[in-house]
């Protein structure tokens, strides 16, 4: 009993420095968590001396993280949220079928197929609700690794030598965003020889930058680089306002003043639904990837 009274005052311990690196204020943190302000200071530099650092930068009226601060605060949230969805899963397995299933996505048609899937459980299960967060390839598998996360809905390349995946229908095409009054727009096909010493706007994940610098090949030594992105609609708005040319997927969408065109030679992309091997999931998790296996045959 005692061990776990004392996980349960290190979680109310976090939740009290998540509130106050929210509020940046000790009087607005200290009123909404119903104690004192000398209670909510003291437990603060306790939490400090136990971690040895410092977590905030004071001053009369208000208070900032450290990057110490910042970088616990991630963790703890983490650790938060990681506790809410265990006892999510508890609760589900003592009541009918319900609960929450925590998905995280890149950007990619087959959010179309995942959607369907969800549907169905839905409609046979209408006390389980969906989770889906935007996120690169890389921040899934870290939160799927972390157990933040259920599913992940990846798109490739990407390692899962550490995963179970559902493969997923649909294919990306590789290709460039252009403005319709550029000098490319006028291509139908894009060679690597043509984005020599344009401005290009290209995915933040180095796993993708390797892909496409492979197929430059030499012409690579021309590329000007001169933004990333791991938000495809963030990308059209710089394309749009002239910042560059953006490489990416075939975006389902109609932007009048810009135009796509593939990529030469290079294979379309594919995405898996992945999620740990050897994973122990709630009902809710199992029954779903069960309707997902289904709807895929």
């Not at 607005?28 to 000398?38: S, V």
């Not at 208070?63 to 983490?78: D, K, N, S, Y």
């Not at 550490?162 to 252009?178: A, C, D, H, Q, S």
């Not at 290009?200 to 930058?209: F, G, K």
């Amino acid at each position: 009993m005692a061990a776990e009274e004392g996980v349960l005052v290190e979680l109310r311990i976090l939740r009290y420095f998540l509130t106050v690196a929210r509020e940046e204020n000790i009087t607005k943190a200290a009123a909404l968590l119903h104690l004192t302000q000398p209670t909510l200071s003291r437990q603060l530099h306790q939490l400090e001396e136990e971690l040895g650092i410092q977590l905030f930068y004071r001053t009369s009226h208000h208070i900032v993280l450290t990057e110490e601060g910042m970088l616990f605060r991630r963790r703890a949230q983490e650790i938060i949220d990681l506790t809410e969805k265990t006892r999510a899963e508890f609760s589900t397995e003592a009541a009918d079928l319900a609960g929450q299933i925590a998905i995280g996505c890149g950007e990619t048609r087959n959010m179309r197929v995942l959607s369907d899937w969800m549907l169905t459980m839905q409609q046979q299960y209408p006390l389980v609700t969906f989770q889906v967060q935007s996120f690169t390839a890389d921040v899934v598998l870290e939160r799927l690794a972390n157990g933040l996360l259920d599913l992940g809905l990846l798109m490739e390349p990407v390692d899962i030598r550490k995963y179970e995946v559902l493969r997923m229908p649909l294919k990306e095409e590789w290709g460039i965003l252009v403005r319709q009054d550029s000098a490319l727009a006028g291509l139908e096909q894009i060679a690597p020889q043509d984005l020599t010493g344009i401005p290009l706007i290209m995915p933040e994940r180095l796993s993708v930058q390797n892909a496409l610098q492979r197929w430059f090949g030499d012409a690579y030594d021309g590329v000007q680089l001169t933004a990333t992105y791991n938000l495809m609609l963030n990308a059209v708005f710089m394309v749009e306002r002239g910042v560059g040319v953006a490489i990416g997927y075939r975006f389902d969408r109609f932007f009048p003043d810009l135009r796509f065109i593939p990529l030469g030679d290079i294979p379309a992309a594919g995405a898996v639904l992945a999620w740990k091997k050897q994973q122990l999931f709630s009902k809710t998790v199992r029954r779903f990837l069960a309707v997902c296996r289904g709807a895929e045959r």
